[in-house]
């Protein structure tokens, strides 16, 4: 059965202004009518969407990250991630990208696993979640130099067990760590027993896309389509 879906929607904006204009997002204030109540007013975060990876080496062991994040005052264990920050790139480029500035590792093997959104009452950011394997590590030489929160970054492979425990006991909390969690554990348990991973290939489109701009107050449209990958570069598979 494929009848279970979000389906995407935009009502009628009848009026949409920034709020607030910030260094990396900007505060939207919209008002809308949708079929069953009008004249609502929402404050949304524009968010230029994101990216993370699953490292998945030989022995079936993910690659977590910790850094410090300040809105929650706490040094979390993540997968390496990263914002869609720059205009038109690919959401496999950017997690390419991401992988090896955050983890110093080329992967040979993508699919994807997964798209979220993370906030959807209050922020536009949707995020690609993709597995790697066939890790190898980049040249020292061609090192991304880190600053700031990533300066103070721990690395550490964990075993699947482990990881679903420490998200059990409550020991680990970020949502996208844990979600990437839970589906590497599931794409290995139906690999060792011989049944389909529940992977997508890197071109599969995505149902919603971020940071859309607001149309002009009193108009209906529809929220712009993904455009699929057209190729993947040499070290990547789909």
Do not use: K
């Not at 900007?26 to 009518?33: A, G, N």
């Not at 997690?95 to 080329?106: C, I, N």
Request: net charge negative; proline share 8%.
């Amino acid at each position: 059965m494929n009848d279970l879906h979000d389906i995407p929607f935009t009502p009628e904006i009848t009026a949409s202004t920034e709020a607030y204009q910030g260094a990396v997002w900007s505060i939207r204030r919209e008002t809308f009518d949708l079929p069953e109540a009008t004249g609502l007013v929402r404050d949304l975060m524009v968010h230029t969407g994101a990216v993370a990876v699953a490292c998945l080496n030989e022995d079936n062991e993910i690659l977590l990250v910790q850094q410090y994040r300040h809105p929650v005052r706490a040094r979390l264990w993540e997968v390496p991630a990263g914002l869609l920050d720059i205009p038109g790139e690919d959401p496999l480029t950017a997690a390419q990208r991401e992988l090896a500035e955050e983890a110093d590792l080329r992967a040979g093997s993508w699919r994807v696993l997964s798209d979220s959104v993370l906030s959807p009452g209050g922020s536009s950011e949707t995020m690609r979640l993709y597995l790697a394997r066939d890790l190898t590590p980049v040249p020292t030489a061609d090192r991304h130099e880190r600053s700031d929160e990533e300066a103070g970054f721990v690395y550490r492979w964990v075993d699947l067990d482990e990881a679903l425990a420490a998200i059990a006991d409550g020991r680990l909390t970020n949502s996208v760590a844990q979600l990437a969690i839970l589906q590497v554990a599931d794409v290995v348990r139906r690999e060792a027993a011989g049944e389909n991973a529940h992977t997508r290939p890197i071109g599969a489109p995505r149902l919603l896309v971020d940071g859309r701009d607001a149309p002009p107050a009193g108009s209906i449209s529809a929220p712009p389509s993904d455009a699929a990958a057209s190729g993947a570069p040499p070290s990547a598979e789909s």
